[in-house]
């Protein structure tokens, strides 16, 4: 990690203004004019900070900041906001956000905040990946993992490269990523994108579960000046940005089927035509779709259409469980206790037999991401060198069956999981108000450390009738 301050900010002359400030100060500063160029930015160079604006094109700052968090947990964001009301500084702050600012503010304020936050040993870089592996972060060196099915995995993604580095005509067949939620579907997208023909051109990718289904095509292909009540200026859309690059498709399977028939004319014709114009514009673009949705059931169902999902699917890639990698689950514990414990100043954290048991044993509902996600609340509240198993937050009601899972013992054989049907109840809301206690019942951190969606803990949260304390006077 370098000294680099990325400004996000949509006024070109502010963001002049403040990157030429901060560069003469010692610092380097990168400006991005949008929070999808921002968020790549932000995978491919590790910023030291960002500074971003409130109000951004098509997703604010306190959108973009979470999804800057889920990148890089350790990143230090100061909010710019021309709101001065007390309530959008709460939210930020409660977003993650490490400070803000009120427009109109003093280069040598957000200067002496900066200074603040990324000071002497206020932030460590992230530890390198276990074992020898090549540099980068987008491409397959992000795929950790030696098991039989990751092997596989990364054998079908060089096959693809291979044959898409041969092709004449540079157009890349779309590719269809499935699997289920947490196992990674994003970095094989961007593995195919980062160590493919393309680069060097725009990654820019679209969550359609996040996107209400009314505003999700103003999203993708932009709108006209007054094509609608609230389309005050025109503005391109995300399919526009990717020109020239890929396009990122999450949760594909969400999409109306209206919004589908316009999919299917963008992948056959190449052609988009925003909201309230009356020219169609060609773009260069490849598509990759990802979803932990049975695409091939709501075709039966009616649900999806079949020309489209023949079209998304000219190439499809299945992303394995993490209960299908083996030892994989133990070569990325260790990486992320690693990780974590040198974010939280605790480094050497090593995991007892028992524990490594357990870890073996467990179901993993939400796979890798609830994996790295326990792990964080673990070191995060471990008191010792040494983690036990009393120390791992599992979800074990999660897993099928009520989470009796099974584990291989040094023998091969198979025993079941300590029962806890009596206490489960008590030991998860436990569980889970000692973690909203440790966030100020932030919900979007809580729902991180613990591994699971926000949607899930507030169904977990009323199901439990749990109510934040008032605060006394």
Not at 221 to 234: C, L, Q, S, V
Request: charged share 25%.
């Amino acid at each position: 990690m370098g000294n680099t301050i990325l400004v996000v900010e949509d006024d070109e002359i502010l963001a002049g203004n403040v990157c030429t400030y901060l560069e003469r100060k010692g610092w380097e500063a990168e400006r991005c004019g949008s929070a999808e160029e921002a968020l790549a930015r932000v995978e491919s160079l590790r910023p030291a900070g960002v500074v971003a604006d409130q109000t951004l094109p098509r997703m604010t700052g306190i959108d973009m900041l979470q999804r800057v968090l889920e990148i890089d947990p350790g990143v230090k964001v100061i909010m710019l906001t021309g709101d001065g009301r007390a309530q959008t500084a709460v939210q930020a702050m409660k977003a993650g956000a490490w400070d803000y600012l009120t427009k109109p503010f003093a280069m040598a304020e957000l200067h002496a905040r900066l200074e603040q936050a990324l000071g002497p040993g206020a932030r460590e870089p992230a530890p390198p990946p276990p074992r020898a592996r090549p540099a980068g972060t987008g491409g397959l060196a992000a795929l950790l993992g030696d098991s039989p099915a990751m092997a596989e995995l990364g054998a079908t993604i060089r096959q693809v490269l291979a044959a898409e580095r041969r092709m004449a005509d540079g157009q890349l067949p779309a590719v269809l990523v499935q699997g289920e939620t947490g196992t990674g579907k994003e970095l094989v997208a961007r593995a195919l994108h980062f160590d493919g023909a393309r680069r060097d051109r725009p990654f820019v990718e679209v969550n359609c579960a996040s996107i209400p289904a009314h505003l999700l095509e103003a999203e993708l292909f932009g709108h006209e000046k007054g094509a609608f009540t609230d389309a005050k200026e025109r503005k391109p859309g995300l399919v526009e940005a990717a020109d020239g690059g890929t396009l990122f498709l999450d949760e594909i399977g969400e999409i109306e089927p209206g919004l589908q028939a316009k999919l299917l004319k963008l992948l056959e014709e190449k052609t988009i035509r925003r909201i309230g114009a009356v020219k169609e514009r060609r773009v260069d673009l490849r598509i990759i779709s990802a979803t932990n949705r049975d695409l091939e059931q709501m075709v039966r169902d009616g649900k999806f259409r079949s020309d489209l999902f023949f079209r998304l699917r000219i190439i499809a890639i299945k992303v394995p469980s993490l209960r299908e990698r083996g030892g994989d689950i133990l070569l990325l514990a260790r990486h992320f206790l690693e990780v974590h414990g040198r974010r939280y100043g605790k480094p050497g954290l090593s995991f007892s037999p028992e524990a490594e048991q357990v870890l073996m044993g467990y179901y993993w509902p939400g796979n890798v991401r609830e994996l790295r996600n326990m792990l964080e609340q673990t070191v995060l509240l471990a008191s010792r060198d040494t983690i036990t198993p009393d120390q791992l937050a599992l979800c074990p009601g999660l897993a099928p069956g009520g989470g009796e899972g099974n584990f291989e013992d040094q023998e091969g054989g198979s025993q079941p999981l300590p029962r806890q049907r009596a206490n489960l109840a008590a030991a998860e809301k436990a569980l889970v108000v000692k973690t909203l206690e440790r966030t100020g019942w932030n919900v979007t951190r809580s729902a991180r450390l613990l591994g699971i969606s926000r949607d899930m803990l507030r169904y977990r949260i009323e199901k439990l009738a749990l109510a934040r304390p008032r605060l006394s006077h």
